[in-house]
């Protein structure tokens, strides 16, 4: 599309009122190829379509500095960590060559998008944490951002409201449905990769067995690892063992929540039942049922283990056949 083109003073260009403007005999284009810098380029207004040239070499010329800052970035640099692209000799040249300590607590937040927004989600967290110049943000492509935050002991609550903090800002701001995996604490850039890796594994992992959730924490994935590393022959050999697959396969949706509620709350009835606003004999009621149907108690930790890891085991089945 050709840009429209008219004469006026530099003012008027630098304003951001316009993209292309002509000055005596010359015409000049606004670029901004990276974020907070801007550039302009000019030609001689010689001949007819001098106006499209300009903005072919504009092209040219923002894609060469996007490629320069790339390379030489601070977001690019940690980006080369995160995959494993950058070798130790870099980091250590780097590191001082941008200021960071090395050796800090980092923890790495993978926000997984629903789809390909429309504006940099990257540049929402920059503004909404800007405060926080030792936290960085990296785009590893229009649905995976990361947001490498250090953090001191006790950590936990901090990176629950950082977590919960993004997807609120996000998904109002973009109307996108996002979901977090929270990696394992690393205390060395080396180690960057590492963390990541756990993210995306919580993601994984946690989207499948708490599907309902938006925020999935590695260290909190339990037994859903070492279910994750089993084959399918294994997972189904041990499903049939542990329990009677065929009164455990009739148990209905209302009755699974509740047992799952019942876990979260650490096998506490009262504080199930005022959480669930049941009434505590009908909660004592669907526990015994369940027990009627599969032989478990699951009052008792050994029968509530033995459920949860079946139910784990058959949710991860449903997925793997999902998948075939």
Same mark, same amino acid.
């Given at each position: 599309?050709?840009?429209?083109?008219?004469?006026?003073?530099?003012?008027?260009?630098?304003?951001?009122?316009?993209?292309?403007?002509?000055?005596?005999? #010359?015409? #000049?284009?606004?670029?901004?190829?990276?974020?907070?810098?801007?550039? #302009? !380029?000019?030609?001689?207004?010689?001949? %007819?379509?001098?106006?499209?040239?300009?903005?072919?070499?504009?092209?040219?010329?923002?894609?060469?500095?996007?490629?320069?800052?790339?390379?030489?970035?601070?977001?690019?640099?940690?980006?080369?960590?995160?995959?494993?692209?950058?070798?130790?000799?870099?980091?250590?040249?780097? +590191?001082?060559?941008?200021?960071? &300590?090395?050796?800090?607590?980092?923890?790495?937040?993978?926000?997984?998008?629903?789809?390909?927004?429309?504006?940099?989600?990257?540049?929402? =967290?920059?503004? *909404?944490?800007?405060?926080?110049?030792? /936290?960085?943000?990296?785009?590893?492509?229009?649905?995976?951002?990361?947001?490498?935050?250090?953090?001191?002991?006790?950590?936990?609550?901090? =990176?629950?409201?950082?977590?919960? +903090?993004?997807?609120?800002?996000? %998904?109002?701001?973009?109307?996108?449905?996002?979901?977090?995996?929270?990696? $394992?604490? !690393?205390?060395?850039?080396?180690?960057?990769?590492?963390?990541?890796?756990?993210?995306?594994?919580?993601?994984?992992?946690?989207?499948?067995?708490?599907?309902?959730?938006?925020?999935?924490?590695?260290? @909190?994935?339990?037994?859903?690892?070492?279910?994750?590393? *089993?084959?399918?022959?294994? =997972?189904?050999?041990?499903?049939?063992?542990? !329990?009677?697959?065929?009164?455990?396969? @009739? =148990?209905?949706?209302?009755?699974?929540? +509740?047992?799952? @509620?019942?876990?979260?709350? /650490?096998?506490?009835?009262?504080?199930?039942?005022?959480?669930?606003?049941?009434?505590?004999? +009908?909660?004592?009621?669907?526990?015994?049922?369940?027990?009627? &149907?599969?032989?478990?108690?699951?009052?008792?930790?050994?029968?509530?283990?033995?459920?949860?890891?079946?139910?784990?085991? $058959?949710?991860? *089945?449903? $997925?793997? /056949?999902?998948?075939?």
């Amino acid at each position: 599309t050709k840009e429209k083109t008219v004469s006026g003073d530099f003012n008027q260009l630098s304003d951001g009122n316009l993209s292309i403007i002509k000055i005596e005999n #010359y015409l #000049y284009y606004r670029i901004k190829p990276i974020r907070n810098k801007t550039y #302009y !380029v000019f030609i001689e207004d010689k001949k %007819e379509n001098s106006d499209i040239i300009l903005k072919l070499i504009a092209v040219l010329t923002s894609n060469y500095i996007k490629t320069y800052y790339e390379k030489h970035d601070k977001t690019y640099f940690l980006k080369s960590i995160i995959q494993k692209q950058a070798t130790p000799a870099d980091i250590m040249q780097k +590191t001082s060559q941008y200021k960071i &300590q090395a050796d800090k607590q980092r923890v790495v937040l993978l926000l997984k998008l629903a789809e390909k927004p429309d504006f940099s989600v990257a540049e929402i =967290l920059s503004n *909404l944490f800007i405060d926080q110049k030792q /936290n960085y943000v990296v785009e590893l492509d229009n649905c995976d951002i990361i947001y490498i935050v250090e953090v001191e002991d006790n950590f936990e609550n901090q =990176l629950s409201m950082i977590a919960s +903090t993004i997807i609120t800002t996000v %998904e109002e701001e973009l109307l996108i449905p996002v979901v977090i995996g929270v990696g $394992k604490a !690393v205390n060395n850039l080396l180690l960057l990769e590492e963390s990541y890796h756990s993210a995306n594994l919580a993601c994984e992992i946690g989207g499948v067995f708490e599907s309902e959730k938006n925020i999935f924490t590695y260290s @909190k994935l339990g037994i859903g690892v070492f279910i994750n590393k *089993l084959s399918k022959a294994d =997972l189904e050999q041990f499903f049939h063992q542990i !329990v009677d697959t065929e009164a455990f396969e @009739k =148990l209905d949706d209302e009755i699974v929540k +509740t047992i799952q @509620k019942f876990f979260e709350n /650490n096998l506490n009835i009262s504080e199930t039942a005022r959480k669930m606003y049941l009434h505590r004999n +009908t909660l004592v009621y669907r526990i015994e049922k369940v027990q009627k &149907q599969t032989g478990l108690d699951v009052r008792n930790f050994d029968d509530a283990l033995l459920f949860k890891t079946a139910y784990m085991v $058959k949710t991860y *089945l449903e $997925k793997l /056949n999902d998948n075939t």
